[in-house]
């Protein structure tokens, strides 16, 4: 199909009507979507759990007591209010009045006075990387920094832990994992790319309890991109893709949107929708495997698509429109790949010595061998087209948000020196560079991102929804810091002494309250365990103080 260079979105009518007719042959478009299990609402607990000094909960009564209280639908703050959580569900949501004599009483009472309550965040993407870094440090890392329900992409990891989490016998956030086409079925290779068999296989994924499926693997075949991604639409799951640099001749972002992909995560895809040939303009000794050479490109070609007028204003127009016409989330996982636009910013991040696993800081070490560990020979101007990359990717976010498009929080870390849990609040800081407002920026990782997993009662704070909920020292509309474990520094304006602001003090999921300095004083000591007996390395070297020399004949 010739692309069209302008107007994308005048022929969309036409092209989807095609892609439907086509899809309808192959009887992935009739189908009614299922119904998915979702999260179950517990307003009676069987009985109230303690785990150790780190949790206990749910209860029959909680009260969060005189609470301001950001909505996550985009909504300002609004109370004070009083909170009754019976179980795992928001039962009751009253004006505080400090005179009323039958004010809300429980087993449990949280007194908020200038506390503020917001939703749980859903972090829709990110890894538990390997054996060697553990998931209680990864869940502990992510709870406390205010995400109360992931999308690890290490499907394998999470297989003997899916109902310890949802029965709480575990403290961890809600598990949505992310599986490949043809995940959790025993179809051949060949029947995998086999578009008839799409909608077999889509429902036989659902029942077997898939719902985030990436599509990867077939971003080098339009045809069954395609058939898959309606199938699993029909059968009633969601899809997404990360989009392949080698491929993007054949499915760039606009492709992947027009053949019915859920949402896109990253920056792939979207610069080579805009340019006026179907490849950018790869050096000749470009090598795909050499990470180097792709995440250099992989900037640049937004220098392409951006210092030319006519490409740029197709990019920011014409393809915005289209992208939202065809009603794609975006997610765009800005936390994990600053590190390329300030590379010592990134290794000298002060929570490094006592909060990044030993395990992680090697995988970030820069090594040739490594995925995303590919900083050496990293040069200032390679950061330069980082920082222009950054500024326009930011502009293609602000418009397709203006525009109506749904924009979803996901963080991809623990990957190129982003800690994961730290890189939950970075990634608020770096969407809120492209010009939303920090309530919408909010909204994404909350009422948005529970939208796109097809969960009605996550991602606000709203009677009758699950009890995900953060307790926060400060308003995070006003400043994201609030939500790091050790807050923001604010200034008395009394007595102008300096002081931290307490970060999240209580994350609340499934109704269980967490005592979050608790939890940073496990994942410190799962690090300090880490570290124990380790040599500094070649980012560490240059930066660790020699022990003194002690002077001949000194005896002691």
């Given at each position: 199909?010739?692309?069209?260079?302008?107007?994308?979105?005048?022929?969309?009518?036409?092209?989807?009507?095609?892609?439907?007719?086509?899809?309808?042959?192959?009887?992935?478009?009739?189908?009614?979507?299922?119904?998915?299990?979702?999260?179950?609402?517990?307003?009676?607990?069987?009985?109230?759990?303690s785990y150790?000094?780190?949790?206990?909960?749910?209860?029959?009564?909680?009260?969060?007591?005189n609470?301001?209280?950001?909505?996550?639908?985009?909504?300002?703050?609004?109370?004070?209010?009083?909170?009754?959580?019976?179980?795992?569900?928001?039962?009751?949501?009253?004006r505080?009045?400090?005179?009323?004599?039958?004010?809300?009483?429980?087993?449990?009472?949280?007194?908020?006075?200038?506390?503020?309550?917001?939703?749980?965040?859903?972090?829709?993407?990110?890894?538990?990387?390997e054996?060697?870094?553990?998931?209680?440090?990864?869940?502990?890392?992510?709870?406390?920094?205010?995400?109360?329900?992931?999308?690890?992409?290490?499907?394998?990891?999470?297989?003997?832990?899916?109902?310890?989490?949802?029965?709480?016998?575990?403290?961890?956030?809600?598990?949505?994992?992310?599986?490949?086409?043809?995940?959790?079925?025993?179809?051949?290779?060949?029947?995998?790319?086999?578009?008839?068999?799409?909608?077999?296989?889509?429902?036989?994924?659902?029942?077997?309890?898939?719902?985030?499926?990436?599509?990867?693997?077939?971003?080098?075949?339009?045809?069954?991109?395609?058939?898959?991604?309606?199938?699993?639409?029909?059968?009633?799951?969601?899809?997404?893709?990360?989009?392949?640099?080698?491929?993007?001749?054949?499915?760039?972002?606009?492709?992947?949107?027009?053949?019915?992909?859920?949402?896109?995560?990253h920056?792939?895809?979207?610069?080579?929708?805009?340019?006026?040939r179907?490849?950018?303009?790869?050096?000749?000794?470009?090598?795909?495997?050499?990470?180097?050479?792709?995440?250099?490109?992989?900037?640049?070609?937004?220098?392409?698509?951006?210092?030319?007028?006519?490409?740029?204003?197709?990019?920011?127009?014409?393809?915005?429109?289209?992208?939202?016409?065809?009603?794609?989330?975006?997610?765009p996982?800005?936390?994990t790949?600053?590190?390329?636009?300030?590379?010592?910013r990134?290794?000298?991040?002060?929570?490094?010595?006592?909060?990044?696993?030993?395990?992680?800081?090697?995988?970030?070490?820069?090594?040739?061998?490594?995925?995303?560990?590919?900083?050496?020979?990293?040069?200032?101007?390679?950061?330069?087209?980082?920082?222009?990359?950054?500024?326009?990717?930011?502009?293609?976010?602000?418009?397709?948000?203006?525009?109506?498009?749904?924009?979803?929080?996901?963080?991809?870390?623990?990957?190129?020196?982003?800690?994961?849990?730290?890189?939950?609040?970075?990634?608020?800081?770096?969407?809120?560079?492209?010009?939303?407002?920090?309530?919408?920026?909010?909204?994404?990782?909350?009422?948005?991102?529970?939208?796109?997993?097809?969960?009605?009662?996550?991602?606000?704070v709203?009677?009758?929804?699950?009890?995900?909920?953060?307790?926060?020292?400060?308003?995070?509309?006003?400043?994201?810091?609030?939500l790091?474990?050790?807050?923001?520094?604010?200034m008395?304006?009394e007595?102008?002494?300096?002081?931290?602001?307490?970060?999240?003090?209580?994350?609340?999921k499934?109704?269980?309250?967490?005592?979050?300095?608790?939890?940073?004083?496990?994942?410190?000591?799962?690090?300090?365990?880490?570290?124990?007996?380790?040599?500094?390395?070649?980012?560490?070297?240059p930066?660790?103080?020699?022990?003194?020399?002690?002077?001949i004949?000194?005896?002691?």
């Open positions: 199909m010739q692309r069209t260079q302008s107007g994308f979105p005048l022929g969309a009518p036409i092209l989807a009507t095609l892609l439907g007719v086509f899809l309808s042959t192959m009887g992935l478009a009739t189908p009614a979507r299922a119904q998915l299990e979702r999260v179950a609402l517990k307003p009676s607990p069987s009985e109230t759990r150790g000094e780190l949790a206990e909960g749910p209860y029959e009564r909680l009260v969060l007591r609470v301001m209280v950001i909505p996550g639908h985009g909504g300002p703050a609004v109370g004070p209010y009083d909170i009754l959580v019976t179980g795992n569900v928001i039962a009751e949501m009253r505080h009045d400090r005179n009323d004599p039958e004010r809300m009483q429980g087993d449990r009472i949280i007194q908020g006075d200038n506390l503020y309550v917001m939703p749980g965040m859903l972090n829709l993407h990110l890894h538990l990387r054996e060697a870094l553990p998931l209680d440090y990864v869940f502990y890392m992510q709870l406390a920094t205010g995400v109360t329900s992931i999308g690890p992409a290490e499907e394998g990891r999470v297989q003997d832990i899916l109902e310890a989490e949802r029965n709480n016998d575990i403290l961890a956030p809600r598990q949505f994992p992310i599986y490949g086409w043809g995940s959790k079925t025993d179809y051949s290779e060949e029947e995998l790319m086999n578009p008839e068999m799409a909608p077999q296989i889509a429902r036989e994924m659902i029942a077997n309890g898939v719902r985030q499926v990436y599509l990867n693997s077939l971003c080098w075949n339009p045809t069954m991109f395609g058939a898959a991604a309606q199938a699993i639409e029909a059968a009633g799951g969601v899809t997404g893709v990360h989009i392949q640099p080698g491929s993007t001749s054949q499915v760039n972002a606009l492709d992947a949107a027009r053949l019915g992909v859920s949402m896109i995560v920056h792939y895809g979207y610069a080579e929708s805009a340019l006026n179907q490849v950018q303009n790869y050096p000749v000794d470009y090598n795909f495997w050499d990470e180097n050479h792709r995440f250099r490109e992989a900037a640049q070609v937004w220098i392409e698509a951006g210092e030319n007028p006519e490409t740029r204003q197709r990019l920011l127009n014409d393809v915005v429109d289209s992208l939202v016409y065809y009603g794609v989330t975006m997610q996982n800005r936390a790949y600053e590190a390329n636009r300030d590379i010592i990134a290794q000298g991040l002060p929570w490094h010595e006592k909060y990044t696993h030993q395990a992680l800081w090697d995988w970030h070490l820069p090594n040739p061998d490594n995925h995303a560990s590919f900083q050496y020979n990293w040069t200032s101007l390679d950061e330069y087209r980082w920082h222009y990359m950054y500024d326009l990717w930011g502009d293609l976010i602000y418009e397709f948000n203006k525009r109506g498009g749904r924009v979803a929080y996901g963080t991809d870390d623990n990957y190129q020196w982003s800690t994961g849990g730290f890189g939950n609040i970075r990634e608020l800081q770096l969407v809120l560079e492209s010009g939303m407002h920090p309530l919408e920026v909010l909204r994404s990782a909350t009422y948005n991102s529970a939208e796109f997993l097809m969960e009605p009662k996550l991602g606000m709203q009677k009758g929804y699950i009890a995900d909920l953060l307790v926060v020292d400060g308003s995070p509309a006003e400043n994201f810091r609030y790091y474990p050790f807050g923001a520094i604010n008395d304006p007595t102008r002494e300096m002081y931290r602001t307490r970060g999240i003090i209580h994350t609340i499934d109704g269980v309250v967490m005592e979050n300095d608790k939890l940073m004083e496990e994942v410190a000591r799962i690090v300090a365990e880490s570290k124990e007996g380790v040599e500094p390395d070649i980012v560490t070297k930066f660790v103080v020699a022990p003194p020399v002690r002077p004949g000194d005896g002691r």
